[in-house]
C-alpha cells in the first residue's frame, strides 16, 4: 500500500507536543522542509509556524488554496465535516478514552477494578459450563 499521508495545504494535523497538543488543525502553508503554518478555527488552535516533528498528519483534507483566510477556512471545515469526520476516527476515540482514564479519581479506579472482576469471574463460569 502506497504512502498517502503527504504534508499538503489542507491537510488535516494533530498537534503532538506544546500548548495545543491533542488538537486539530489545517495546515495553511509550508513554510520549509522543517515547518508550516496551520490554523485551527474550530478546535481553537492560533494561526502559527510549527515544526512539522510537533504534529501528526492525519487521513481528513480540506480544499483550500494556500494562505487561505480564516474565513474561508472554516467554511471549508464546515463543508467537510471535519469535526466530525475527526471524532468518528479510531485515533480521536483512543485521544479520548485516554484523557478519560486520566481524569479519573482513586475510587473511580476502584470500581473499574471490581467490574472487571465481576465481568471475568462471569466469563469464567459461563465457559467452565460450556466446557463441562
Not at 522543517?34 to 492560533?46: R, T
Request: glycine letters at 4%.
Amino acid at each position: 500500500m502506497p504512502f498517502t499521508r503527504y504534508a499538503e495545504v489542507g491537510r488535516i494535523v494533530l498537534v503532538n507536543y506544546g500548548p495545543e497538543s491533542g488538537k486539530i488543525a489545517t495546515i495553511v502553508d509550508i513554510v520549509d522542509q522543517n515547518k508550516c503554518l496551520i490554523d485551527g478555527p474550530e478546535s481553537g488552535v492560533a494561526r502559527q509556524v510549527i515544526p512539522f516533528s510537533r504534529i501528526a498528519l492525519t487521513d481528513l483534507t480540506v480544499k483550500i488554496q494556500r494562505n487561505a483566510r480564516a474565513k474561508t477556512l472554516k467554511a471549508a471545515w464546515a463543508e467537510a465535516e471535519t469535526a466530525t469526520k475527526w471524532e468518528a476516527t479510531s485515533w480521536a476515540k483512543k485521544l479520548s478514552m485516554k484523557k478519560k482514564r486520566a481524569a479519573l479519581s482513586d475510587f473511580d479506579r476502584f470500581k473499574v477494578m471490581v467490574a472487571k472482576k465481576q465481568k471475568s469471574a462471569i466469563i469464567a463460569k459461563k465457559m467452565e459450563e460450556l466446557s463441562a
